[in-house]
C-alpha cells in the first residue's frame, strides 16, 4: 500500500514541485484546488492523469481553506497518511488589501485541518506539514533568524501565518498530533508567481531584451531576502514529516542578497551591465554596456521606482540559519542563487521568445504583470 498525502495549494508554485517529488516516491497524491473561472492548473498539467483510467495517483478535488465542510469531507474520503497544507493567500503586500479574507484562508483555514483531523479520529495517523514562513520575523529582533527567534509580523499575511503557526503547535502539544512548521525563507523558481519580485524582475528582463516591454516599474530594492529554490524547498517539506519526533524547521540558504542585486545578476544574465543613478523615489537602473544581441542601448532607463509598490510596514533584512535542518534532517540547499536567476531568465525568455512570434503574427496581444 501506498502512502496517501493530501496537498493544500496544490496548484501553486510549490504544491507542483512537492506533488511531483511524491508522485516520484511512490505516494497516491490527493490535491485540492479552488474553482476558477479560467483554468488554474498550469503548473500541474503534465501530472495530469485521466481520472477514468485504474491505478490513478494523481487526484484532484475541488476544496477551499474557507469552507470546513469541504475540508472534512475531502479528508474522511481520502484519509491520508500526510497532509501539507500549502493553500494561503500568498502574497505579502495584496494581504494589506484584503486582510480579513488573508485572515481567514491563511490563519483559520490552517485550524479548519487541524480540526478536521482530529474531529475524524485521525490524530495518530495523519502527519501535517504547515507552510510558516520567514515573514513572521517581520522587524528584526536577530541576525541570522533560527527557530529560537522572536516573531514580530509587519503584515496581515504575516500576522494570519502567526496564528496558523501557533495552532500547529497547539495542536501538536494538546492533542499529541505529528503536526509541524516548516519556517521557509523565500523560495523561487520558473514557475513562481508573475507578481513577486524575482519573478517579476525576471519576465521583465526577458520582455525588455526582446522590445516587448519599455521600463520595469519597482519598490523597495533595497529590501534583503535570502533565496533558495522551490525544488530544493519541498525536499525539506517532505523530510519533516519523515522523523521520529514533530518539530519546526528553520529552512533557508544563509546567504541573503537586496533586490537591487537580484536585479543586476538578472540584467547580466542577458548579456546588459545595468547602473544604478540617483536615490529614493528617483533612483533609476540606465544600462552602461551590453554585449549581446539583445535589444538594449547604452543609456537606456530600463528601470523606474513607483511608490505603489512600497508596502505600509516592510520586512527590511531576512537571513536565515539552517543549522537545525542540516543537522537534523541532513537538508542542503543544492541549487546557488547564481543557478536560480541563470535558470529563471532563461525560462523567461524561452517563454516570450513564443510570445513574441504570437504577437508579431496578431495571434496575441502584448500583456504586462504588476
Ligand atoms: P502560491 O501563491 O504559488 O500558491 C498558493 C496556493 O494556494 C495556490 O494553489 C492557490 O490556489 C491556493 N489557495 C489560495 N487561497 C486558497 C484558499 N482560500 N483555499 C485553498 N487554496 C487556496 O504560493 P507558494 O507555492 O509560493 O507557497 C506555498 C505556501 O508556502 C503558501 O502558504 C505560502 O504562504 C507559503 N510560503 C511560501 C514561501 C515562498 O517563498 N514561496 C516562503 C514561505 C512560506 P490558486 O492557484 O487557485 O490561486
Ligand atoms: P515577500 O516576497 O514579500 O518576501 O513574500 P516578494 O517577492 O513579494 O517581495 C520581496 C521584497 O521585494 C520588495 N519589492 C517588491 N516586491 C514585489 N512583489 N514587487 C515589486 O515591485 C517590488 N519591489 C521591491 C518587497 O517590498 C519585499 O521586500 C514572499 C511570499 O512568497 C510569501 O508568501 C512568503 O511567506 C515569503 O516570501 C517568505
Redesign the pocket.
Known amino acids: 500500500m501506498s502512502n496517501v498525502a493530501l496537498l ?9 514541485y512537492l506533488a511531483e517529488l511524491l508522485l516520484n516516491k511512490g505516494y497516491m497524491v490527493h490535491g ?3 474553482r ?1 473561472s479560467l483554468f ?1 492548473t498550469d503548473r500541474i498539467d503534465h501530472l495530469y492523469q485521466d481520472p477514468h483510467e485504474r491505478h490513478v495517483r494523481f487526484k484532484l478535488h475541488y ?4 469552507d470546513s465542510t469541504n475540508l472534512i469531507r475531502i479528508i474522511q474520503e481520502v484519509q491520508p497518511d500526510e497532509i501539507y ?7 505579502v503586500k495584496v494581504s494589506f488589501d484584503t486582510p480579513e ?1 488573508t485572515a ?3 490563519g483559520i ?1 490552517t485550524l479548519r485541518i487541524l480540526e478536521a483531523v482530529r474531529l475524524l479520529g485521525l490524530t495518530q495517523k495523519t502527519r501535517i506539514y504547515q ?5 513572521l520575523y517581520g522587524l528584526v529582533q536577530e541576525i541570522p533568524q533560527k527557530e529560537t527567534t522572536p516573531f514580530y509580523p509587519r503584515s496581515p ?1 504575516a500576522v494570519a ?1 502567526m496564528y496558523a503557526y501557533w495552532i500547529t503547535v497547539n495542536y501538536r502539544e494538546a492533542y499529541q498530533m505529528y503536526a509541524c512548521n516548516g ?6 523558481s520558473p ?3 508573475e507578481t ?1 519580485v524575482t519573478r517579476k524582475i525576471t519576465r521583465a528582463v526577458a520582455q525588455l531584451a526582446l522590445g516587448l516591454q519599455d521600463c520595469l516599474y519597482m519598490g523597495n530594492i533595497d529590501a534583503q531576502r535570502d533565496w533558495g529554490h ?1 525544488k530544493d ?1 519541498v525536499e525539506a517539506m517532505y523530510l519533516i514529516l519523515q522523523q521520529d519526533q514533530p518539530e519546526d524547521y528553520v529552512i533557508a540558504t544563509g546567504i541573503t542578497t537586496p533586490v537591487r542585486e537580484f536585479i543586476r545578476m538578472a540584467f547580466e544574465q542577458v548579456g546588459a551591465e545595468l547602473e544604478f543613478k540617483g536615490s529614493g523615489v528617483d533612483e533609476v537602473g540606465v544600462i552602461k554596456s551590453c554585449t549581446s544581441q539583445f535589444a538594449f542601448k547604452t543609456g537606456q532607463q530600463v528601470l523606474k521606482i513607483d511608490p505603489k509598490y512600497f508596502r505600509p510596514t516592510e520586512v527590511d533584512l531576512l537571513i536565515g540559519d539552517p543549522t537545525k535542518a542540516q543537522t537534523q534532517l541532513g537538508w542542503t540547499p543544492k541549487y546557488s542563487l547564481q543557478q536560480l536567476v541563470t535558470e529563471m531568465v532563461e525560462a523567461d525568455l524561452q517563454t516570450f521568445q513564443r510570445e513574441q512570434l504570437l504577437i508579431k503574427n496578431g495571434f496575441q496581444v502584448a500583456r504586462q504583470f504588476e
Open positions: 493544500t495549494g496544490v496548484t501553486g508554485q510549490d504544491g507542483a485540492i484546488k479552488r476558477a488554474n476544496g477551499d481553506l474557507t497544507n500549502l493553500g494561503a493567500m500568498s502574497h479574507y481567514n484562508a491563511d483555514g507552510a510558516s514562513t520567514s515573514e499575511y501565518k519556517i521557509l525563507f523565500n523560495h523561487e514557475l513562481r508567481g513577486f522551490a524547498y
